[in-house]
């Protein structure tokens, strides 16, 4: 059973906004902080922001801070990324993770991928 499903990604020109969305199943959305890491061509996977359960409490990375904004809907078992002000260096494939608050340590499910391209 597929447990994360995301979609959203796509390209866009730098400075501009992209929404990713990752749709869970409740049990996976009741149990876990959920959050996403990327990954670029030729680096390692690297953590970009997390959620608590609760949705009271958020984690990000110091390159999208300030940039990037995480929210769930409990409603539609969803966290959403919300990535303004996009550079080229925010290229990469964006995953969708449940794990541990508050940087998704023992991820549980990693959702399929999507790719974000930032042009200049």
């Known amino acids: 059973q597929v447990q994360l499903v995301e979609s959203g990604g796509g390209l866009v020109q730098a400075g501009g906004s992209l929404r990713l969305s990752c749709a869970a199943s409740?049990?996976?959305?009741?149990?876990?902080?959920m959050g996403w890491f990327r990954q670029a061509p030729g680096k390692e996977r690297e953590f970009v922001a997390a959620?608590?359960?609760?949705?009271?409490?958020?984690r990000w990375s110091d390159s999208v801070q300030g940039r990037f904004t995480i929210s769930r809907d409990a409603a539609k078992n969803t966290v959403y990324l919300q990535m303004n002000s996009l550079k080229p260096d925010d290229t990469a494939v964006y995953y969708c993770?449940?794990?541990?608050?508050?940087?998704?340590?023992?991820?549980?499910?990693w959702g399929q991928g999507t790719q974000v391209t930032v042009s200049s």
């Open positions: 409740k049990y996976t959305f009741i149990t876990y902080a």
């Open positions: 993770a449940a794990g541990d608050f508050p940087r998704l340590a023992n991820v549980a499910y």
């Open positions: 959620i608590s359960r609760s949705g009271g409490t958020t």
